[in-house]
């Protein structure tokens, strides 16, 4: 690797281990081994490189979301709970990122491009149509219900694990909202 993809692995490695806030440009130097200058010459400045570890970030999580997005409901959340107790510091890093996206407009657009892409997966497991067959009121309503809904895990598993909801519980639930069957565990 070059000194260009060092540092950008050792500010993704920052963003895991100590957050985007508490990051400094001497932390990413440490964790890459190059030096300070090299910041502003690859990057321009350690902004842009953090921005650029945040969309590795998301490109990872997305990637994580899309290893999980198969199966039975039971089956995806069992996969997404265990991808969150494994790979916490991914998904504590998408929630900063996100934070973080507030006041970087170049973030906060390939975010958004993220989520439409997200919704579209996130309707195609649900309603086992592939993706480019789904129209786009199903991926507006379904994708975002579904998005929504895995957020909403999301904070409950990083908040509050032992207390979470099991992949069991979610799926149960998600069908009593939809008028299907009590399923008691």
Known sequence: M???EDLLDG?????????????????????????????GYHYGSTEALMTAAMVGAME???????????GEPEEFWSRV??????????????????IQAEHNPDLRA??????????????????GIA???LDEA??????????????????????????APSAEEIASGVRRLGGGPRVDQ
């Open 11 to 39: 500010a993704k490695r920052a963003l895991y281990e100590k957050g985007y806030a508490r990051t400094t440009a001497r932390d990413i130097v440490a964790l890459s081994g190059t030096n300070l200058g090299s910041i």
């Open 81 to 98: 709970i265990h991808s969150i107790t494994t790979h916490r510091e991914l998904w504590l890093a998408s929630v900063e990122v996100m």
């Open 110 to 127: 390939q975010l958004a491009g993220g989520l439409r892409q997200g919704r579209r997966g996130m309707a195609s497991l649900a309603t």
């Open 2 to 4: 070059g000194h260009r």
């Open 138 to 163: 199903t991926v507006r309503t379904v994708g975002s219900a579904q998005m929504a809904l895995l957020s909403g895990v999301v904070t409950q598993w990083l908040t509050d694990p032992g207390s």
């Open 131 to 133: 993706e480019d067959e």
């Open 60 to 70: 990872d999580w997305g990637d994580e979301i899309g290893r999980a997005l198969s």
